[in-house]
């Protein structure tokens, strides 16, 4: 055993409100030992960790969601990636290229090799970080919201909200590779210059745009077909008093609301468009997709596509498990420029 | 030409709030003569007209919606049923059952034939005035937001608003047929009592039951699959906060908001749990299903069990076109209990 290994602990749920540092403890571990391993087990050593706002959720101590919360004094755990340093399973061996969706946020750590996928190591032109990036579930969440659940349509007209974002930089390319005008929010010039950069007809900054109705109106004044909703709040109630007939709203995250208290909840007005606009609103969690057909199909066209350079993607990434807290934190406040991810190591 | 015809005329629009009687006028006309009539046209003598809450917003003056304006100077107009007096059409004769959604709100009008629907006036067990209720529009929209669009399954659990009304008691009776748990909303004693009877397991007068909240929460401890939405407003969100997982809502109508004002509006608190519990909301308008084969279905289904007594169907009917106006502000106030008509004359 030796004493290389860190942790992130939580401290403490926290039901609403924002998260702070203190809330999370950065701790040295023992690094478990090959002797330790029991039957079917891996020893794994972290690569990257995946950094997404679903975490908000994990960190309530909600017992009523769709993914179980964190527990104050265990680390933290999400989708990541790493290599296999010792295994008793007979389905891994050392140096093999693994994800999981329960990696523990440490160095080091041990984990049943059920829970456990291999990745191809080596791929041209794919890297380890774009598992959980280009072919990542935020990028997935792109795919099932536009083609399988909303249907888009060539012609048609579309808003993104967050469009720099994990989910919203891959709605915005997959949405103009099918003929729709895109119309992308964001919250900084930088972002906002990004997203252009991705091909969006119309990009906006939502922190200083003035009214968000107004510029809207103007950027789609026969409305719009399909919203695709990462943050809730205002946005989303502009949205609805802008849809067309028929129109079609992908909620896969309200990250404008994660951190509010029954005080600064932001409240909808404009539901009463989802009757008069016949507009049908499709909340969804990603996991639910994975087993389905459309996991394939999203897999091939996307990789297809971006081994091709026809598709961009944006990593964030931070460096050094020291620094994940107060990378999540961040993500909270929309400080991310693209999908976050934490780099805990290099792969050799 | 005679002076025993009348009709209800719009004042001016009501572009939010509650309309008054003065926003109408009664007023005797001449009758149309049959020598008046202009190739392939029709002289109809109203029987039924029905009075549905979809026209608040033809009052509202907006030129943004799914359905026509009324225009002050004219007559109102909806779906009615008649009796042929005279024609020019080769599709209609004298004595003739017709129905139209675009009957004039008068005793006696001229109509163009294509716009008319020859009805059977003699089938067993069907009067006139179950073609707008029991087989009307507002029962369709039951038929289709329950079966074809939240594909109810056996074993579900239901909760239904103003489950008295034109909608609402068909969604309880094909809900129980199809073996869900049904959940009814209603607001009267007496109208809790009808939907009782109609097989509901639970119902609540929503006025008189205290907290909403508590009241679902009790009615459903393990919450509720589908929600059959008229109404909108606290009961829509109290429905989200109590979704299952894949919960469905059917959005129809939201009556209790269409009288609202910017001030009074009630604003929707719990729409994140679109995404947390994976629901899917169906904005809707029925007339866009008339086309599709579900209005076969809903047909052959209905028609057959109402026949067989399998199905009631409560008729609010009020006499008399002058009595018109009245009736249709008392809708908006739920002081309806069932499907509102108006009866205009005998059918001999």
């Known amino acids: ?65 769709y ?17 296999v340093e010792a295994s008793t399973s007979p389905k891994f061996i050392k140096g093999d290229m693994v994800t999981s969706a329960a990696f523990k946020w440490e160095k080091y750590f041990i984990s049943s090799d059920g829970a456990l996928t291999k990745i191809p190591s080596n791929t041209a032109g794919i890297s380890p970080a774009d598992y959980l990036g280009v072919l990542g579930m935020p990028s997935f969440t792109a795919y099932v919201g536009l083609v399988f659940l909303c249907k888009a ?8 909200s967050a469009a720099s974002g994990a989910v919203g930089q891959m709605v915005v390319q997959l949405a103009k590779a099918r003929g729709l005008r895109v119309i992308g929010a964001a919250g900084s010039d930088d972002k906002v210059d990004f997203v252009k950069s991705l091909g969006a007809d119309v990009v906006f900054n939502y922190k200083t745009c003035g009214s968000l109705q107004e510029t809207v109106k103007k950027a789609a004044p026969q409305g719009i077909d399909i919203y695709f909703d990462n943050v809730g ?8 008093s802008s849809m067309r ?20 909840a932001y409240h909808i007005k404009n539901l009463g468009n ?15 997709y994975f087993a389905k057909p459309v996991y394939k199909e ?16 944006r990593l964030d990434e931070v460096f050094g498990i020291e620094n994940a807290p107060q990378a999540l ?9 693209g999908k976050r991810v934490i780099k805990i190591a290099d792969i050799a």
Chains 1, 2 share one sequence.
């Open 233 to 240: 709040g205002e946005l989303l109630d502009v949205a609805l």
């Open 245 to 264: 007939f028929f129109g079609r709203i992908a909620a896969c995250g309200m990250i404008s609301q994660y951190n509010a208290t029954p005080e600064t």
């Open 1 to 65: 055993m030796t004493s290389s290994n860190v942790r992130i602990k939580l401290v403490r749920t926290i039901p609403s409100g924002s998260p702070a540092l203190e809330d999370f403890v950065v701790e040295a571990v023992d690094t478990p030992s090959e002797s330790s391993l029991e039957p079917n087990q891996v020893l794994i050593r972290s690569l990257y960790f995946s950094c997404d706002p679903y975490f908000r959720g994990r960190l309530s101590g909600t017992k009523d969601s």
């Open 67 to 83: 993914v179980s919360s964190f527990i104050p004094g265990n680390p933290l755990e999400g989708r990541g990636i790493g290599t």
């Open 153 to 160: 349509q060539p012609g048609e007209t579309i808003l993104v």
């Open 298 to 313: 999203f897999i091939d066209e996307v990789s297809s596509k971006f081994k091709k350079g026809d598709i961009q993607y």
């Open 329 to 337: 934190l961040d993500l909270f406040e929309g400080k991310n420029f």
């Open 274 to 288: 989802v009757v008069t606009k016949k507009v049908t609103i499709y909340g969804y969690i990603i996991s639910d």
